[in-house]
């Protein structure tokens, strides 16, 4: 079992749609990522969030807008997104300010675009 | 870029040790080795680091050559449960929030 939950698990939509991914922890972790994986690819960095701000922006297309309302949630707003975008979206999270941390991830979003 | 090179894949026997090697000639002095594993249709799964000595923890042992050029992750008693594909990741760790760059990794498949 994962500490860092994501939902929805599964989301298909059109180009045209707009659609949220949410990620969620409670281990009091101050760090939050996104990363994107393509099928039989490694997981590959978007966003990192740092006490609730944004640090690290990985050249991200706009279609991507990142969000974290506060220490516990980071979302994921999604619109006009292209096909190629199908991906697993995970989420991780970590403590801030100590070293020798690890990342813990959460099962991630399949995302489809049709 | 990832800092590691890994095998593309590796057969062990259910029971058996398996060995998986990493290869970070490039290391600096602040960075730790990091090995994660993914579990088909799950998120990455943190296994165990170091920095420059072994490490044992309840899932696996980590062996870090003197000169840090190479390591090698051992699980014990490989099960088919550990089929997945693992990740050895070289990170600086002067904040908490330094990201992970994932090489290809090596694709674990357990026999039974």
């Known amino acids: 079992d994962t500490e860092v939950t994501q939902t929805p698990k599964h989301l298909v939509m059109g180009m045209t749609n707009k659609k949220s991914l949410k990620c969620e922890q409670h281990m009091g972790h101050r760090a939050m990522y996104w990363y994107k994986q393509k099928a039989k690819k490694p997981p590959e960095l978007m966003f990192v969030y740092s006490y609730e701000k944004l640090s690290i922006n990985e050249s991200v297309p706009s279609r991507f807008s990142p969000e974290c309302p506060n220490s516990s949630l980071l979302n994921l707003h999604l619109h006009a997104l292209q096909p190629e975008d199908s991906a697993l979206y995970l989420c991780a999270s970590s403590h801030q300010g100590y070293s020798n941390q690890p990342q813990h991830f959460g099962d991630g979003t399949r995302l489809s675009i049709l | 870029d990832a800092k590691t090179t890994q095998p593309p894949s590796m057969d062990c026997a259910e029971g058996r040790a398996a060995n998986l090697p990493c290869n970070h000639s490039?290391?600096?002095?602040?960075?730790?080795v990091y090995w994660y594993r993914q579990i088909h249709s799950q998120g990455p799964q943190y296994i165990i680091h170091?920095?420059?000595n072994n490490e044992t923890n309840e899932m696996a042992s980590l062996i870090i050559t003197e000169d840090r050029k190479s390591s090698t992750l051992i699980l014990p008693h490989a099960t088919l449960r550990d089929t997945a594909v693992y990740y050895c990741i070289v990170r600086v760790s002067l904040s908490g929030n330094t990201p992970l760059v994932f090489g290809k990794g090596t694709r674990l498949s357990v026999i039974a």
């Open positions: 170091g920095l420059k």
């Open positions: 490039t290391i600096s002095g602040n960075e730790y």
